[in-house]
């Protein structure tokens, strides 16, 4: 079993047994996050994981990872997150896995891009394919439908996180395509509302979700959910 926090945005809280899990870890300057960095850091995440290095999913990862939490992504945001004080950084490319007492995670490709806020190349984006309480669950990051996603639909999802805001991702109707390749048991959406360009309606995304079948679970920032 599998409990999902949603933090508003693409920031999202795993917990299975003593296992935690902070996902894209936008927290201050989020204007959807019920939660402060204070009370975040109380639930106390086994591992820090990133997406991409843009600020709204990059978020306070350093704050974790100066605290000795783990902060695993590209290459190259393993290599910022060291330059910059964490103790724990770990950087993959994507193909690449990496494996802790908690499950698995690997990184796989997203169509976006990848920059810090102060500029520094983040290598490229990615999504994470998450091995964790005994599921499997694709985050997709920040991106466009892409017919590969059938490829990691084929190794049988229990849940899919998608971004449906547009503007800087696809929209929910793109998303509900991506449902047809990924065929997750259950879909999430994340990545709207937060800012005006980010117009994405959730219900249009659970109507796509509806007609195919498949689950979609629209959470409200700070709600939870459970995967059996
Ligand atoms: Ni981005
Ligand atoms: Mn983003």
Not at 4 to 20: K, M, N, P, Q, V
Not at 79 to 95: D, F, M, P, S, W
Not at 109 to 136: C, I, N, Q, V
Not at 207 to 223: D, F, S, Y
Request: net charge negative; aromatic share 10%.
């Amino acid at each position: 079993m599998v409990k999902i926090r949603f933090l508003g945005h693409s920031a999202f809280f795993l917990e299975s047994g003593e296992h935690r899990l902070l996902i894209d870890p936008f927290i201050e300057g989020n204007p959807l996050c019920p939660f402060t960095l204070d009370e975040v850091r109380t639930w106390q995440p086994s591992a820090i994981l990133i997406s991409h290095a843009h600020g709204d999913h990059w978020g306070n990862a350093l704050e974790f990872g100066q605290a000795g939490v783990p902060v695993i992504g590209t290459f190259e945001i393993g290599e910022y997150a060291r330059k910059h004080g964490a103790t724990q950084a770990v950087g993959l490319n994507i193909g690449g896995t990496y494996r802790a007492d908690w499950g698995s995670v690997s990184l796989t490709p997203a169509w976006h891009s990848s920059s810090f806020p102060d500029g520094t190349y983040g290598g490229m984006p990615t999504g994470l394919l998450l091995e964790f309480g005994g599921k499997r669950l694709y985050f997709a990051g920040d991106t466009a439908l892409f017919s590969d996603m059938k490829l990691i639909g084929e190794r049988g999802l229990d849940l899919a996180f998608l971004p449906i805001g547009d503007a800087f991702t696809m929209g929910p109707e793109e998303a509900g395509r991506c449902l047809d390749l990924l065929r997750p048991r259950v879909a999430v959406p994340m990545h709207y509302g937060t800012f005006p360009p980010l117009t994405g309606d959730p219900e249009v995304f659970r109507a796509e979700g509806e007609k195919r079948g498949v689950e979609v679970r629209v959470l409200a920032p700070g709600a939870e959910t459970e995967l059996a």
